[in-house]
């Protein structure tokens, strides 16, 4: 129950089967004396402090340069955005922080913009995590406030009185807690068939909106149903001669004719980016493989997506079915996650599959496509991807025009959802003993929140002010 370890996980703390009930809520009990819940407020800084630019920087040296300027423009533009490219320098935080032992799955960048809305297998909206490229085994605190800071910061950014904000930061974590704690009186099935669907977050969250925020949340649905491989064509693609193209939108999307000069390299990526396409075959189940079979694969380009994960490279592939019919993959590379320089190194070898175990853990349904591969690139350097549809029924919360009682009832929603995703890996049991019933955890990390706010900022700052020095180019408004 130290707050660093450089050990190797190879899982996380789940019970023996020869645990019982009692020896969890002993164990949770432990946890709670040795490491009081009050203890999770604190924050500082010291000189030893690792600085976040120089750990951004690092980051850089394993991706393509001429990307770069847009993720410094993308976390230069609001306290916010810095903070969703920083999941690096938070981990560096968060390893001098208190933690219970008790270790789960965990996201490694549990933010409120990565939670959303998709489809499930059965087409029907379900709301979960939905970005998992610093998943690994390790504290469930980390997940908890790297969520609370988010709505903290999201808060301020709508200019939210500092009590509506603490509301808010409260609310999610006593809804983490409190579904931690029914999760503990359910058995371990029920735990893992439990999901949130949009039938259930409509009726969570009505109570708490306002008419004219019920309306963007069905909103929200409609454009998430919108999102599907039909509205990807028209989105990303265009007909010429009969024959579907990606259309081209540099520096965003750039299509593989479009991306080299040299006709002889341009041919060698396309043949390296089917490579892809081949091996991922291999790691889907034969039933999958029937069903992808039935697509050929038309047209390949590179993509930019997120902020923090700007830079690594990220390939769109247009597959059609009759001519017509289309499926779009995402290969998207994976590196080792932010959280194993502090918490250890990952079991699996390959980050992509690193990172397609830890969704399917954490995540209530996954998609049916998605998968994992290594690669040997154009440069000789072997990289690791994962595969997954680039739009399947996906949406988000329209973080920019959320009023205080919306951003309140979709924090409650992130909270109950990262903690079924915890209970999923975890002791939920050990963990609901260790929470409690009284609210001295979530004070404790309504505090963080705050604390933590103030670094963001701070550090966004310095991330401005290094741009204007020179030390960083940036591209803004890309």
């Not at 909103?219 to 599907?228: F, G, L, Q």
């Not at 995703?421 to 260790?434: C, K, L, V």
């Amino acid at each position: 129950m130290t707050h660093t370890t450089t050990a190797r996980r190879k899982s996380t703390s789940h019970p023996t089967p020869d645990s019982t009930r009692d020896r969890r809520i002993a164990r949770g009990k432990a946890a709670r004396s040795e490491v009081p819940r009050e203890s999770h407020a604190d924050f500082s800084t010291g000189p030893d402090r690792s600085d976040p630019l120089s750990l951004l920087e690092g980051q850089a040296v394993t991706r393509v340069p001429e990307l770069l300027p847009i993720r410094y423009g993308r976390m230069a533009s609001s306290a916010f955005a810095f903070f969703r490219g920083a999941a690096l320098p938070m981990a560096s935080d968060l390893a001098r922080t208190p933690r219970s032992g008790l270790t789960v799955q965990a996201c490694g960048d549990a933010h409120l913009a990565n939670f959303g809305v998709f489809a499930s297998p059965e087409r029907n909206l379900v709301f979960d995590i939905n970005d998992f490229d610093e998943t690994l085994p390790g504290p469930w605190e980390w997940d908890v406030k790297r969520l609370a800071t988010s709505l903290e910061i999201a808060g301020r950014s709508r200019d939210y009185p500092t009590k509506t904000r603490r509301g808010i930061v409260h609310a999610a974590v006593a809804a983490y807690r409190r579904a931690m704690r029914a999760f503990a009186h359910m058995d371990a099935l029920a735990v893992w068939y439990s999901h949130a669907d949009m039938a259930r977050i409509e009726a969570v969250t009505s109570v708490s909106l306002r008419g004219h925020q019920r309306k963007a949340l069905a909103h929200t649905m409609d454009k998430a149903r919108a999102k599907d491989n039909l509205g990807a064509l028209g989105r990303f693609a265009a007909v010429h001669d009969g024959v579907a193209r990606l259309r081209a939108e540099p520096p965003l999307v750039v299509p593989i004719r479009d991306l080299l000069a040299d006709p002889a390299a341009g041919e060698a990526l396309e043949e390296a980016l089917r490579q892809i396409i081949r091996a991922y075959e291999e790691t889907l189940e034969p039933e999958r493989r029937v069903l992808l079979d039935r697509y050929r694969l038309v047209d390949m380009a590179r993509k930019v997506v997120g902020v923090g994960s700007v830079g690594t490279r990220s390939w769109m592939f247009l597959m059609l079915e009759d001519g017509g019919s289309p499926l779009f993959l995402q290969a998207k590379e994976a590196g080792p996650s932010v959280m194993e320089a502090f918490v250890g190194a990952s079991e699996y070898e390959n980050s992509g599959q690193r990172v397609v175990v830890g969704q399917r853990l954490m995540q209530a349904v996954s998609d049916i496509f998605l998968g994992w591969v290594r690669v040997q690139g154009l440069d000789g350097e072997q990289r690791d991807f994962y595969v997954r549809q680039l739009r399947d029924w996906k949406g988000s919360a329209e973080i920019e025009t959320m009023l205080p009682d919306g951003m309140l009832a979709y924090g409650e929603v992130c909270g109950w959802t990262l903690a079924r995703a915890h209970a999923r890996s975890g002791d939920r049991i050990a963990m609901a003993a260790y929470l409690g019933s009284s609210s001295a955890f979530d004070v404790a990390i309504r505090e963080f929140a705050e604390s933590y706010a103030d670094q963001n900022e701070r550090d966004h700052q310095a991330l401005v002010s290094a741009i204007e020095t020179g030390r960083i180019h940036a591209e803004a408004g890309i």
